[in-house]
């Protein structure tokens, strides 16, 4: 399947204005994630902010199979082994790098990716 292009988060219903400080890679846990949630009145939209690498990845927070939000209750989004993402409705696993499914229902759809900016240590979105 092929990959989506990353979201413009200002053209997403309750995303937020590009340019929108949405971490510091300081505040992420090493090898760890946090989950960022946006409401505009009953519209809302949930990321995840997974470090990667020096950096971090930013992806819509939801399955593409069944739509759920990958975490069930807090901002760990990685399998047992810290090296893939997981969903944990129904146990899909996605690459952390591009957000690739590679086992589970929805193997080889992707991570809605998340356009950002990473300068002076802080994640933006485009
Ligand atoms: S909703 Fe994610 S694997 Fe089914």
């Given at each position: 399947m092929l990959k989506p292009s990353p979201?413009?988060?200002?053209?997403?219903?309750?995303?937020?204005?590009?340019?929108?400080?949405?971490?510091?890679l300081e505040d992420l846990p090493a090898h760890g994630g946090k989950e960022l949630?946006?409401?505009?009145?009953?519209?809302?939209?949930?990321?995840?902010v997974q470090r990667f690498g020096g950096g971090a990845v930013v992806y819509e927070n939801r399955c593409p199979?069944?739509?759920?939000?990958?975490?069930?209750?807090?901002?760990k989004f990685v399998d047992i082994t810290g090296r893939r993402l997981l969903c944990r409705t129904h146990g899909a696993?996605?690459?952390?790098?591009?957000?690739?499914c590679v086992r589970g229902p929805c193997k080889g759809d992707h991570?809605?990716?998340?356009?950002i900016e990473i300068r002076d240590g802080a994640i933006y979105s485009l």
């Open positions: 979201l413009e988060l200002e053209d997403v219903p309750a995303g937020p204005p590009a340019g929108t400080l949405l971490a510091r949630v946006f409401k505009d009145g009953t519209l809302v939209l949930r990321l995840l199979h069944a739509g759920t939000p990958l975490n069930m209750f807090d901002d696993l996605f690459e952390i790098e591009d957000g690739r991570l809605r990716a998340v356009a």
